[in-house]
Antibody, heavy 123, light 113 residues
Framework: EVQLVESGGALVQPGGSLRLSCAAS????????MHWVRQVPGKGLVWISR????????NYADAVKGRFTISRDNAKNTLYLQMESLRVEDTAVYYC????????????????WGQGTLVTVSS | EIVMTQSPDSLTVSLGERATINCKSS????????????LTWYQQRPGRPPKLLIS???TRESGVPDRFSGSGSGTDFTLTISSVQSEDVAVYYC?????????FGQGTKLEIK
């Protein structure tokens, strides 16, 4: 069974930093695309980043480019999102999601999601 | 960035009625080399993470009831629920993965009358 468990969400001041983690199990993590998607409570889904199994393809939405860094540790089956220069508008629930296999056309399909972790940016 | 626009924003139907949700992309999300539209539909029930319903615009995921169907091509797509059940109360999102900068529609909230 695919499981994705996010952690690391917290209250942080504007301008601060935070690192989110997503522990994965039940599938071949090292050969799968992984994504981060966020959702302001009560609002819609916003895709923010993805990377493939060997980090050769990494993409970011314009809203986070230059401030957020996606990475993975395939030995630990863990996905990360390092967030810097946080803004009030970054307040959201952050979901990690599993994509399809690296090198396939399925990479962009978000076939399993975690429960999310809440990041609140406020003074 | 490809902009995905859903209509309507909300929808109220009676149990057993048909529900139709539309999604329009700002550019074509069809690849001729594999004859596929790079569009998925997700369901998000209250308090839950999203769930994949349909990929490639019309391929239903395993375990998804057959009352859910997807159609369309190019820039115009539709999610149809043939006979709405109480457990279908949710927000539905379309999503394109045609480009490496993926985008979602704003969501359509389905309620029961």
């Amino acid at each position: 069974e695919v499981q994705l468990v996010e952690s690391g969400g917290a209250l942080v001041q504007p301008g601060g930093s935070l690192r989110l983690s997503c522990a994965a199990s039940g599938f071949s993590f090292s050969t799968s695309y992984m994504h981060w998607v966020r959702q302001v409570p009560g609002k819609g889904l916003v895709w923010i980043s993805r990377l493939d199994g060997d980090d050769s393809n990494i993409n970011y939405a314009d809203a986070v480019k230059g401030r957020f860094t996606i990475s993975r540790d395939n030995a630990k089956n863990t996905l990360y999102l390092q967030m810097e220069s946080l803004r009030v508008e970054d307040t959201a629930v952050y979901y990690c999601a599993k994509g399809g296999p690296t090198g396939s056309q399925l990479g962009g399909i978000l076939d399993h999601w975690g429960q999310g972790t809440l990041v609140t940016v406020s003074s | 960035e490809i902009v995905m626009t859903q209509s309507p924003d909300s929808l109220t139907v009676s149990l057993g009625e048909r529900a139709t949700i539309n999604c329009k992309s700002s550019q074509i999300i069809y690849h001729g080399f594999n004859n596929r539209n790079y569009l998925t539909w997700y369901q998000q029930r209250p308090g839950r993470p999203p769930k994949l319903l349909i990929s490639w615009a019309s391929t239903r995921e395993s375990g998804v009831p057959d009352r859910f169907s997807g159609s369309g091509s190019g820039t115009d797509f539709t999610l149809t629920i043939s006979s709405v059940q109480s457990e279908d109360v949710a927000v539905y999102y379309c999503h394109q993965y045609y480009t490496s900068l993926q985008t979602f529609g704003q969501g359509t909230k389905l309620e029961i009358k």
